[in-house]
């Protein structure tokens, strides 16, 4: 069994910036997929960013040059660094990870940007 903590999320202002994290512990095989995706209120859940345990990274082009996907395999952990916040950046942030075929997600938390 896989499990996820994200942490970070909260309230900011336009132009203004937040950290999330999200550490993964159980059984988690050396290759894999880490990403982050959002849920904005009435709309389907969305790719933000992947990266993956050898560091390649993917993002979303409505967050390229604002946010930065990283980790720490050590840690099993991902970051997602957010910068230049927009209210439609308003939305739960979910992290998961994949591999082997399985995809493990976390509980979301709640990312509001104020205009």
């Known amino acids: 069994q896989v499990q996820l903590v994200e942490s970070g999320g909260g309230l900011v202002q336009a132009g203004g910036s937040l950290r999330l994290s999200c550490a993964a512990s159980?059984?988690?095989?050396?290759?894999?997929?880490m990403g982050w995706y959002r849920q904005p209120p009435g709309k389907q859940r969305e790719l933000v960013a992947t990266?993956?345990?050898?560091?390649?990274?993917n993002y979303a082009d409505s967050v390229k040059g604002r946010f930065t996907i990283s980790r720490d395999n050590v840690k099993n952990t991902v970051y997602l660094q957010m910068n230049s916040l927009k209210p439609e950046d308003t939305a739960v942030y979910y992290c998961?990870?994949?591999?082997?075929?399985?995809?493990?997600w976390g509980q979301g938390t709640q990312v509001t940007v104020s205009s």
């Open positions: 998961d990870i994949r591999f082997l075929a399985q995809v493990y």
């Open positions: 990266v993956t345990s050898s560091g390649s990274t």
């Open positions: 159980g059984n988690i095989f050396s290759f894999n997929v």
